[in-house]
């Protein structure tokens, strides 16, 4: 079994506030991620890092923003949550080192479910 | 433009059958590819990967086929049980990973 956890699990929260969606892993892995997932539908990368000091953009647009302090946190962070903001959002980590992807398994947390009212 | 698919959105089998998963893929270079199964409330988790030199590869009741002629990619689940119900994605990788939209399996009893 993977460890990565993602806090919290379920958030419902207004709009305008600011959100921060933890996840963390201690599997020692460089490189981590972002994704959205609406229910039933496929994964869209928001965030990517290959190391401590390094983030990137997906290729979902979004207006969030990462940091990567650790390696073993990769927090996500909405400055002021809109309803569209509302879906799951999914952190993984893989092995491997340096720039691009590597052909390894992304290892998943079971997400956070944000609902922006 | 690129892309990752599943030929159908659904798919319902008895237990004990055998269920085939298909997914086509239109990145001819893309050289790694994986199954993932996700139950519902849960993150996406690993299955079976294969790399592109090789056209089949077994886990415990799964196998994974790889077409690289037709850009095809399925999973075999031997004597589905009814924990097998989730929704699979296949991914691949060349420069990034790309998701495709999945298929919801359900075992009937």
């Known amino acids: 079994e993977a460890d990565i956890y993602q806090t919290p699990r379920y958030l419902v929260i207004g709009t305008g506030k600011k959100i921060t969606l933890e996840c963390s892993q201690t599997?020692?892995?460089?490189?981590m991620y972002w994704y959205q997932q609406d229910p039933g539908m496929e994964l869209h990368l928001i965030h990517y890092?290959?190391?401590?000091?390094?983030?990137e953009k997906g290729d979902l647009s979004s207006e969030s923003t990462v940091s990567r302090i650790r390696t073993e946190h990769f927090p996500l962070t909405l400055e002021s949550a809109r309803p569209s903001h509302t879906s799951q959002y999914l952190c993984?980590?893989?092995?491997?080192?340096?720039?691009?992807?590597?052909?390894?398994?992304?290892?998943f947390g079971d997400g956070t479910r944000l609902s922006i009212l | 433009g690129e892309s990752v698919g599943l030929h159908l959105p659904t798919l319902s089998v008895q237990e004990g059958d055998n269920s085939i998963i298909n997914c086509a893929y239109s990145?001819?270079?893309?050289?790694?590819f994986i199954w993932y199964k996700q139950e519902s409330g849960k993150g996406p988790q690993f299955i079976i990967d294969?790399?592109?030199?090789?056209d089949k590869r077994q886990g415990q009741r799964v196998t994974v086929l790889l077409n690289k002629t037709v850009k095809h990619l399925s999973l075999q689940i031997a004597a589905t049980q009814p924990g097998d119900s989730a929704v699979y994605f296949c991914?691949?990788?060349?420069?990034?990973?790309?998701f495709g939209a999945g298929t919801r399996l359900t075992v009937k009893p």
């Open positions: 993984a980590s893989s092995e491997g080192q340096g720039l691009g992807y590597s052909n390894q398994p992304q290892h």
């Open positions: 599997m020692g892995h460089d490189k």
């Open positions: 890092s290959y190391g401590v000091n390094s983030t």
């Open positions: 990145n001819s270079a893309s050289d790694y």
């Open positions: 294969i790399r592109s030199n090789m």
């Open positions: 991914a691949e990788n060349y420069n990034d990973m790309r």
